[in-house]
Nanobody, 130 residues
Framework: EVQPVESGGGSVQAGGSLKLSCEVS????????WAWFRQAPGKKREGVAA???????SYADSVKGRFTISRDRSKNTLYLQMNRLKPEDTGMYYC????????????????????????WGKGTQVTISS
């Protein structure tokens, strides 16, 4: 199975925390960049956070200071720690990977949606109630 597999979604009250996990297949573990995206009902998919193999990270302004992306390569797992959750954080969260970046490209371009990701998971639902 090449497709990443997300888990950890759920329903929590505003102000609470969740930690999402993304299990990465060994077939794509060498992808350079990894990211979390989300899509709320009726809205476009948006980038949330990204990390590359150097450990460089990038976050959407809406989650800076609240979310932390990390990766444990020994466990082939990508994480998204989400704190101080808000109702507007509700949505389907997707894990995605990109094989490589070209010169001049960086993780902020992944978050902005400027780069095409190569692999996508099926998503895990996050629901935040007020």
């Amino acid at each position: 199975e090449v497709q990443p597999v997300e888990s950890g979604g759920g329903s929590v009250q505003a102000g609470g925390s969740l930690k999402l996990s993304c299990e990465v297949s060994r077939w794509i573990e060498d992808c350079w960049g990894w990211a979390w995206f989300r899509q709320a009902p009726g809205k476009k998919r948006e980038g949330v956070a990204a990390i590359d193999n150097d450990g460089d990270t990038s976050y959407a302004d809406s989650v800076k200071g609240r979310f932390t992306i990390s990766r444990d390569r020994s466990k082939n797992t990508l994480y998204l720690q989400m704190n101080r959750l808000k109702p507007e954080d509700t949505g389907m969260y997707y894990c995605a990977a990109i094989w490589a970046l070209n010169d001049g490209e960086d993780m902020s371009m992944v978050v902005s949606g400027s780069l095409r990701m190569n692999y996508w998971g099926k998503g895990t639902q996050v629901t935040i109630s007020s």
